[in-house]
């Protein structure tokens, strides 16, 4: 099982990113996918989750009205579309697949945004 992040970089704030997370291995139809972030000295937090058909959507307060997450089950692949960054996104992304029964969890690497001000 694979999830490849991709997308992260250095942005200005007010800029934009696109961040992929591209699943292998798992029968991603079945997998609920989410978003999570860690800033240095904090905790990991949740971002964005989308349901297996991608019908059902969550964000978090801080980036609710500016990210949009969504996915393409054809190829097995998640995303965040992230708008009017501020300095305070700067983080390690990471995605998240958990299958419907709860029973498999599996983690990307991680990829780092930085938002400078």
């Known amino acids: 099982v694979q999830l490849v992040e991709s997308g992260g970089g250095l942005v200005q704030a007010g800029g934009s990113l696109t961040l992929s997370c591209a699943a292998s291995?798992?029968?991603?139809?079945?997998?609920?996918m989410t978003w999570y972030r860690q800033a240095p000295g904090k905790q990991r937090e949740l971002v964005a989750s989308?349901?297996?058909?991608?019908?059902?959507?969550n964000y978090s307060d801080s980036v609710k009205g500016r990210f949009t997450i969504s996915r393409d089950n054809a190829k097995n692949t998640m995303y965040l579309q992230m708008n009017s960054l501020k300095p305070e996104d700067t983080a390690v992304y990471y995605c998240?697949?958990?299958?419907?029964?709860?029973?498999?969890?599996?983690w990307g690497q991680g990829t780092q945004v930085t938002v400078s001000s």
């Open positions: 998240n697949a958990q299958s419907w029964d709860a029973r498999n969890n599996y």
């Open positions: 291995g798992i029968t991603f139809t079945v997998y609920a």
């Open positions: 989308i349901g297996r058909g991608g019908g059902s959507r």
